[in-house]
């Protein structure tokens, strides 16, 4: 039985009738938004929400039997525990106030496609290894956000209290430059006074207008170089480097278990080989026993 599971539940038939199992939990949790179709087919859907929860519900039991003696075995994959932690979820009985809890739990049944595809599981694996990484290129994003928002403050607060009234505002402002959204609009509110450039439905609060187009210029452009063209392209190739060094990984577990197949390959021929020398020696024995016996019938 447990060779049996182990077959099924390795099987490339198996993992690709899963995956349709969770394109379609996807495809019912996304029909769930339209009110409409919930009013008229809400019954059946419901019906197929809760075929999908069993045909889950028995592929862990399947790959748990699959385990043999020890099922426990099952909980050592981290992924495995993520799946069983969405099912089981998506198993407690819904309550009205936990009703939206419920929804995003089953919504996260489509992220198990990252479990049962390899390629995207070696991305999230990338991710998850670049992020101590990442951690401190934030550290120091946060510091350039900082020291930018300060000076934003100080510089451009009287012309341009929407955009770097406090320090909360300018690092929201700062984060719109950072990500190149319509930044120059910002820009152009500095350089030339908000009186001569005006910020939209906001023109009330520009009581003190003034121009600074020296200041702004390397203010702003300094900042896009440093934000954007080069802290941000930190983080790409942090996870460029972990998704390699993922890659890599994986090839080397991948020849392991070829390398391991084929001992065992190996060693069932010679298994095969010995078994076939002793039935050899025993056909020996047995011509050498008749031969005997035909030399004691002529000399007799």
């Given at each position: 039985?447990?060779?049996?599971?182990?077959?099924?539940?390795?099987?490339?038939?198996?993992?690709?009738?899963?995956?349709?199992?969770?394109?379609?939990?996807?495809?019912?949790?996304?029909?769930?938004?339209?009110?409409g179709?919930?009013?008229?087919?809400g019954?059946?859907?419901?019906?197929?929400?809760s075929v999908?929860?069993?045909?889950?519900v028995?592929?862990?039991?399947?790959?748990?039997?699959?385990e043999?003696?020890k099922?426990?075995?099952?909980?050592?994959?981290?992924?495995?525990?993520?799946?069983?932690?969405?099912?089981?979820?998506?198993?407690?009985?819904?309550?009205?106030?936990y009703?939206?809890?419920?929804?995003?739990?089953?919504?996260?049944r489509?992220?198990?496609?990252v479990?049962?595809?390899?390629?995207l599981?070696?991305?999230?694996s990338?991710?998850?290894r670049?992020?101590?990484?990442?951690?401190?290129?934030?550290?120091?994003?946060?510091?350039?956000f900082?020291?930018?928002?300060v000076?934003?403050?100080?510089?451009f607060?009287?012309?341009d209290?929407?955009?770097?009234?406090?320090?909360?505002?300018?690092?929201?402002?700062?984060?719109?430059?950072?990500?190149?959204?319509?930044?120059?609009?910002?820009?152009?509110?500095?350089?030339?006074?908000c009186?001569?450039?005006?910020?939209?439905?906001?023109?009330?609060?520009?009581?003190?207008?003034?121009?600074?187009s020296?200041?702004?210029?390397?203010?702003?452009?300094?900042f896009?170089?440093l934000g954007?063209m080069?802290?941000?392209?930190l983080?790409?190739?942090?996870?460029?480097?972990?998704?390699?060094?993922a890659?890599?990984?994986?090839?080397?577990?991948?020849?392991?278990?070829?390398?391991?197949?084929?001992?065992?390959?190996?060693?069932?021929?010679?298994?095969?080989?010995?078994?076939?020398?002793?039935?050899?020696?025993?056909?020996?024995?047995?011509?050498?026993?008749?031969?005997?016996?035909?030399?004691?019938?002529?000399?007799?």
């Amino acid at each position: 039985m447990k060779r049996m599971l182990r077959f099924i539940v390795d099987s490339n038939l198996f993992q690709g009738f899963i995956i349709g199992v969770i394109l379609f939990a996807g495809v019912l949790v996304g029909l769930e938004t339209y009110p409409g179709i919930m009013e008229k087919w809400g019954h059946i859907l419901h019906k197929l929400d809760s075929v999908v929860l069993a045909i889950f519900v028995v592929e862990i039991l399947m790959k748990m039997g699959a385990e043999g003696r020890k099922p426990w075995r099952f909980f050592r994959d981290p992924w495995n525990v993520f799946d069983f932690v969405i099912v089981a979820v998506c198993l407690v009985p819904p309550l009205a106030q936990y009703a939206m809890v419920m929804r995003m739990a089953r919504l996260l049944r489509v992220f198990r496609l990252v479990r049962v595809i390899p390629k995207l599981q070696l991305l999230v694996s990338a991710l998850l290894r670049s992020l101590p990484s990442m951690g401190y290129v934030s550290i120091l994003l946060f510091i350039l956000f900082y020291m930018y928002a300060v000076a934003g403050v100080f510089l451009f607060r009287e012309n341009d209290p929407v955009h770097f009234g406090d320090l909360q505002v300018a690092l929201i402002s700062l984060f719109r430059v950072v990500t190149l959204e319509d930044w120059t609009n910002i820009m152009y509110t500095q350089m030339y006074g908000c009186d001569v450039y005006p910020y939209g439905m906001h023109e009330h609060l520009c009581t003190s207008p003034r121009a600074l187009s020296g200041v702004a210029v390397a203010y702003f452009v300094s900042f896009v170089l440093l934000g954007t063209m080069i802290v941000l392209n930190l983080f790409i190739g942090i996870i460029v480097n972990s998704f390699d060094s993922a890659r890599e990984e994986m090839e080397t577990v991948e020849r392991k278990l070829k390398g391991a197949a084929g001992e065992m390959g190996l060693e069932s021929q010679l298994r095969r080989l010995e078994a076939d020398l002793k039935d050899l020696h025993a056909t020996v024995g047995d011509l050498r026993a008749i031969a005997k016996d035909e030399m004691v019938k002529k000399t007799a």
